[in-house]
């Protein structure tokens, strides 16, 4: 088994004097993978990736990834956020960072959730004079450029999901793991409660564009990553800020999100930065999609402030519905479409639409879990649904990793729109071009009907919404049960009802 962490372990794997490190459990390692696959893709080659368990431990020793053996006894499952688990975690966490801190060396720390899409060390060394850079949930920018943010004007709390910390930091390491003997103490609160008291200290930099201040009762020197640049899950996947800003990211934190571990996952997916196995962009029965029909009407109102969110996305979640229909008839997977959302979500009331602080351009784009429960209606473990429906993100088709055999194998079937239903099928269809069917049609139909087309990968669904009409019994229950739990809610209203389905 590789050692515990030690500067013989350590110090061959630095690169520019810093060391990147993560952890996680055996319920993580697509997650490790992904964060190892990220660094290497960017230039990072100084890295490494606590074990915390040996299940964990033996898979990374195969894929010869740098790792050591953590051995916190916590759980082989999901810590699940806010957990004993996961408040465990966090304490071992941050004794972590003070051995690493013990080999005189300078570490970046990341939370496994994350996924750095550039090399971000030239940028810490532009910075030799900070003790501690941190990232934080700021939501709008004090600054237009790379700099650090503007503190205290971005005042929201730090994020110790990214952080670096230089051994000259090691005095305030040493007080924040005794901030945690206090069992109901957070980590990033006492992290937040340490590094804040700024007493009667001063900027530490003479160079305005700096933008570092003394923090820890002025004994060490801090800085505000940009929050556009290392971004939270909110700056990232909801407002991409960085792209409004004309400007390159370094890392997307899965913050901000409504679907626990499944939506993080579903996230990193929809913008191409997970790492999945061959297999995922195949399929023995293929996939059914969506060619969405949004009338131009509905997008150009969602651009005015608190349009009627709703008839936006419901009238793109009545195509998805039948799609899942199609789907679930032939036991294809659904490849979800791009969702266009008015309004933010958050777990408090959205005054003008956005969570405060925030502002982008509208409509958008909105991440699946803003809409759908993936957590928990599109989990695998619902029998009482009936088959299990495999689902795929909005940009499954433009990843790279996508061969162009299961690319190109795809048909499109369009639904007649009645009263024209010229050269519409109720039974076999053409097996080239695109095929016409009847609208509204019941599960055996449509069956029957795309039997001709069922060599074909991909099946495109144009004006999809009367492509299904239900199943017979007693499949059509379990279809509507099904259908009762796949959406998420919106929160939230002055007054009741304060949520909506």
């Not at 500067?7 to 061959?12: A, I, K, L, N, Q």
């Not at 008015?342 to 003008?352: F, S």
């Amino acid at each position: 088994l590789p050692p515990l962490l030690d500067r013989e372990r350590v110090t061959p794997l630095l690169q520019d004097g810093l060391i990147m490190i993560t952890w996680a459990n055996h319920h993580y390692l697509d997650f490790a993978k992904t964060w190892v696959h990220n660094l290497q893709k960017s230039g990072v080659k100084g890295y490494m990736v606590g074990a915390m368990d040996d299940d964990m431990l033996k898979e990374l020793v195969d894929l010869d990834i740098p790792a050591w053996r953590m051995n916190t006894g916590i759980t082989k499952k999901d810590l699940g956020w806010g957990s004993t688990n996961f408040h465990l975690m966090g304490r071992f966490k941050i004794k972590l960072i003070r051995d690493v801190l013990a080999l005189e060396v300078s570490v970046v720390v990341s939370d496994i959730d994350t996924a750095w899409v550039k090399n971000p060390i030239p940028y810490f060394h532009r910075y030799p004079e900070a003790d501690i850079l941190t990232s934080s949930d700021q939501l709008g920018p004090t600054v237009n450029d790379d700099s650090l943010e503007n503190f205290p004007a971005a005042g929201s709390a730090f994020n110790i999901g990214i952080m670096l910390f230089r051994p000259t930091s090691k005095a305030f390491l040493d007080d924040w793991v005794k901030s945690l003997d206090d069992p109901k103490m957070w980590d990033q609160t006492a992290f937040n409660d340490l590094a804040r008291k700024v007493g009667a200290a001063t900027a530490a930099s003479s160079e305005p564009p700096k933008n570092l201040w003394k923090g820890y009762d002025g004994k060490l020197t801090v800085g505000v990553l940009p929050c556009a640049l290392f971004a939270s899950g909110h700056t990232f996947f909801v407002q991409r800020k960085y792209a409004e800003l004309g400007l390159e990211p370094y890392v997307a934190h899965a913050t901000f999100q409504y679907s626990g571990t499944p939506g993080k996952r579903h996230r990193f997916r929809e913008f191409m930065l997970f790492e999945d196995p061959p297999e995922y962009y195949n399929h023995e029965n293929g996939f059914v999609t969506i060619d969405m029909d949004i009338p131009q009407a509905l997008l150009d109102a969602a651009a005015k402030p608190l349009y009627d969110h709703f008839a936006l996305v419901h009238h793109q979640l009545l195509r998805l519905r039948s799609a899942i229909g199609v789907a679930l008839t032939l036991g294809r997977v659904i490849v979800l479409p791009p969702i266009w959302c008015q309004l933010d979500k958050y777990w408090a009331p959205l005054y003008d639409g956005n969570i405060p602080g925030s502002h982008w351009k509208k409509p958008f784009i909105c991440p699946a879990d803003h809409v759908l429960d993936l957590e928990g209606g599109w989990h695998n473990t619902r029998p009482e649904f009936g088959a299990h429906l495999h689902y795929r993100e909005y940009s499954f088709f433009n990843n790279p990793r996508m061969s162009k055999a299961v690319n190109e194998s795809r048909v499109t079937v369009e639904i007649c729109a009645p009263p024209d239903a010229t050269g519409c099928e109720e039974g076999a269809g053409p097996a080239d071009g695109v095929v016409k069917l009847m609208p509204n049609l019941k599960s055996a139909a449509v069956a029957k009907a795309l039997e001709a087309v069922q060599d074909k990968k991909i099946i495109v669904l144009k004006n999809a919404k009367d492509a299904f009409s239900g199943f017979s019994d007693p499949e059509q229950a379990r279809y509507e049960n099904r259908l009762k739990h796949y959406t998420s809610v919106f929160c939230c209203l002055d007054k009741n009802p304060g949520w909506i389905w």
